[in-house]
C-alpha cells in the first residue's frame, strides 16, 4: 500500500510560481511513474504531467512549457514546479501513483494510488 501526500498549494498573482510537493511511502516507489492531475470547479479531472520510473515526462498541451515533474527517488517525493501560473490553472491538484511504471498515463483509471489534493488558486 501507498499513501500518498500533497504539499504546496495555495494563492498566487497570474505570471506567479507554485511548486507542489507530494511524499509518497512504501519503498517500492522507484519502481512506480507518478502523476499530477487537477480538477477545477464544475469541470472532470485531467491530466497534467507524468514522470514514470525512467524519468521520461509527459505534459498536457496546456502546461507544456510551463510546469516540469521531477521526482526524487531518496526521498520518495514528486513535485511540481508551476510558472507563469494563469487564472485557468485553478484547481485541486491531486498525486497520482502508477504501478505501471514506465510510458505515458494520461487517463485516471492507469493509476493505483492517489493523495488528498491541495488547492491552487490564480488570481487575475
Known amino acids: 500500500q501507498v499513501q500518498l501526500v500533497e504539499s504546496g498549494g495555495g494563492l498566487v498573482q497570474a505570471g506567479g510560481s507554485l511548486r507542489l510537493s507530494c511524499a509518497a511511502s512504501?519503498?517500492?516507489?522507484?519502481?512506480?511513474?507518478m502523476g499530477w492531475f487537477r480538477q477545477a470547479p464544475g469541470k472532470d479531472r485531467e491530466f497534467v504531467a507524468r514522470?514514470?520510473?525512467?524519468?521520461?515526462?509527459y505534459y498536457a498541451d496546456s502546461v507544456k512549457g510551463r510546469f516540469i515533474i521531477s521526482r526524487d527517488n531518496a526521498k520518495n517525493t514528486v513535485d511540481l514546479q508551476m510558472n507563469s501560473l494563469k487564472p485557468e490553472d485553478t484547481a485541486v491538484y491531486y498525486c497520482?501513483?502508477?504501478?505501471?511504471?514506465?510510458?505515458?498515463?494520461?487517463?485516471?483509471?492507469?493509476?493505483?494510488?492517489w493523495g488528498q489534493g491541495t488547492q491552487v488558486t490564480v488570481s487575475s
Open positions: 497520482a501513483g502508477d504501478r505501471n511504471g514506465i510510458g505515458s498515463g494520461y487517463y485516471e483509471s492507469r493509476y493505483t494510488y
Open positions: 512504501g519503498r517500492t516507489f522507484i519502481n512506480y511513474a
Open positions: 514522470i514514470d520510473r525512467s524519468r521520461g515526462t
